[in-house]
């Protein structure tokens, strides 16, 4: 099951020890990535299969089915090397008996590889979010046409396979966008730029297989063929871009393709049975029937912190709030019950939820990314990110995209309130993104 699916960019200067402070030239692309990586922290795939137009080159798409992995950014001042993965050789062979005859495709056979800055770069925040890398398949869609590198997508959609795969599709876009170009300058540059990044926003393939061949090698690309493979691999599904900036010259975009959200359709009924059985029986619903109910793989196979709201059909009120910051169970679906029914019945600003009562309230789920710190209320959006307020050994937090808050102020003021401080002067300041899963009748 592919879990997920991202763009990243791969430029050396973005990893702190090379960069020496111009990172901070770029960003934008910083924060794509931790919004990113924070997005992908509780789905960590068994295997990930990597896109890079740096990988070995031929003309097809070059697969590498390596032992073991390492790399680093010696070329760039880094002296050691900075991550190492096993290969999975079992998955290798799946994956390429499944596309051997129906995409141009070759392999290379070795005990060690040795990968460059185009997987090392994305790879540092992969790691940073999982603490261990999963085991990888390296390619490169370089060697293929334009459409056959969106039919390797459409073509990975329809692999079945027991472990959890994600695709990491990693290219920079167009090296000529401005003067400071280290390739040199080239207008259509920034056209091209423009014509992919809107592309991903509409997940509009055909919008990049119809560009003029002479007009895409002016632009000096890298990132063109992962960028198709990826959105063969959403299909019609949502594709949200985190990020697009040119600081040196070169275009950088992150996005991501995330199958989690579409596989979780049932969180929320999930919630309502949890809170159902609860008042019914007395007794937490058992993770097994949680999964004979659910059977959604995703719900049980990862672990990802949540919240569960409760309010009134009639008037809108509030009628429980209960979750967590990070996973205290051993699964999302586990996590879901304990919260569903914490929010029903141990909220202490509530009596708790009647079986009676039941019909007329309405389930919102929250599941959370990783909260990140933040230097000040200007990295702050209520309707983007919620906000962790922390002083003294005290905590307040307040969820985004809120109806009554529209201003950071706001936010900031109600999340101190939880906290019992007056203010958020002094506070640490946490942000965190959600996918939210809401009853709608």
């Not at 295997?47 to 697969?63: D, K, N, Q, T, Y």
């Not at 089915?65 to 096993?86: C, I, M, S």
């Not at 940073?128 to 073509?155: Q, S, V």
Request: negative net charge; charged residues 25%; hydrophobic residues 40%.
């Amino acid at each position: 099951m592919w879990i997920w699916g991202c763009l990243t960019p791969h430029p050396p200067i973005i990893v702190p020890e090379v960069g020496q402070g111009r990172e901070r030239d770029a960003s934008a692309t910083l924060a794509g990535m931790d919004t990113l990586a924070a997005r992908i922290r509780g789905a960590r795939p068994d295997v990930l299969l990597v896109l890079s137009p740096h990988a070995p080159f031929g003309e097809s798409l070059v697969c590498v089915d390596a032992l073991w992995y390492q790399g680093g950014l010696q070329r760039f001042g880094v002296p050691d090397n900075l991550l190492e993965t096993p290969g999975e050789r079992e998955a290798f062979a799946s994956l390429f008996d499944f596309l051997l005859g129906t995409i141009p495709a070759r392999k290379i056979f070795t005990d060690k590889f040795q990968l460059d800055h185009a997987s090392v770069v994305p790879l540092t925040w992969f790691r940073k979010a999982w603490k261990r890398l999963p085991p990888i398949i390296l390619a490169n869609p370089l060697g293929l046409d334009l459409h056959d590198a969106y039919a390797l997508g459409r073509r990975l959609a329809e692999f079945k396979d027991s472990r959890k795969w994600g695709l990491l599709s990693s290219g920079d876009l167009s090296h000529r966008v401005t003067p400071e170009a280290p390739a040199g300058y080239e207008p259509d540059g920034a056209r091209f730029d423009a014509i992919l990044i809107e592309a991903l926003r509409r997940n509009d393939p055909q919008a990049l297989l119809d560009l003029d061949a002479a007009f895409v090698e002016r632009a000096g690309e890298c990132g063109l063929r992962s960028v198709l493979a990826l959105m063969g691999l959403a299909g019609k599904g949502e594709l949200e871009v985190f990020s697009y900036e040119a600081p040196f010259g070169v275009g950088y975009g992150t996005a991501i393709w995330d199958n989690m959200g579409k596989a979780f359709h049932d969180i929320p009924a999930l919630a309502r049975k949890s809170i159902h059985h609860y008042l019914e029986n007395g007794r937490i619903l058992p993770a097994e029937e949680g999964k004979r109910l659910f059977p959604e793989r995703s719900l049980w196979e990862t672990t990802r912190p949540c919240f569960v709201s409760l309010k009134t059909r009639t008037s809108d009120d509030l009628r429980g709030c209960i979750g967590t910051l990070e996973p205290t169970c051993p699964s999302l679906g586990e996590e879901i019950i304990q919260n569903a029914v914490s929010s029903a019945t141990r909220d202490p600003r509530f009596e708790p939820v009647k079986l009676s009562e039941l019909t007329n309230i309405r389930i919102s789920v929250d599941v959370l990314g990783t909260p990140e710190l933040v230097g000040g209320p200007e990295e702050l959006d209520p309707k983007r990110f919620g906000v962790i307020v922390e002083k003294n050994g005290r905590r307040g937090v307040l969820l985004p995209n809120l109806e009554e808050v529209d201003t950071v102020r706001e936010q900031l003021l109600i999340a101190s309130r939880k906290a019992g401080l007056h203010g958020p002067e002094g506070a640490a300041l946490r942000r965190f993104t959600v996918d939210r899963f809401r009853e709608e009748y």
